[in-house]
């Protein structure tokens, strides 16, 4: 069993920068390729960006690519998003999820464990 739990949101005016972090319990983190979604009210949940467990690729949403950047640190089972630049459209309650799995299986949104989620809100 493993258990997400994010940090790091809050409130940031436009063009601000927040770090969320995911911690994850249990032994077997880096066998598992993580990713951040969000969900704006009213609105779908939305991939954000996804990190390999094999090699440490990383893919992004396009409306991020360039602002935002996940990282991982195995040694500490925790998973970054540095959000750079941000726009009051980034505001989301954001969450992570992993999987025993590649990149492209995580990115598409199914994943063996969610986070809880943390609230990030941009002002204009």
């Known amino acids: 069993q493993v258990q997400l739990v994010e940090s790091g949101g809050g409130l940031v005016q436009a063009g601000g920068s927040l770090r969320l972090s995911c911690a994850a319990s249990g032994r077997t983190f880096s066998s598992y390729s993580m990713g951040w979604f969000r969900q704006a009210p009213g609105k779908e949940r939305e991939f954000v960006a996804a990190i390999s467990w094999s090699d440490g690729n990383t893919y992004y949403v396009a409306s991020v690519k360039g602002r935002f950047t996940i990282s991982r640190d195995n040694a500490k089972n925790t998973v970054y998003l540095q959000m750079n630049s941000l726009k009051p459209e980034d505001t989301a309650v954001y969450y992570c999820?992993?999987?025993?799995?590649?990149?492209?299986?995580?990115?598409?949104?199914?994943?063996?464990?969610w986070g809880q989620g943390t609230q990030v809100t941009v002002s204009s």
């Open positions: 999820a992993g999987v025993r799995s590649t990149i492209v299986v995580v990115a598409s949104g199914v994943a063996d464990y």
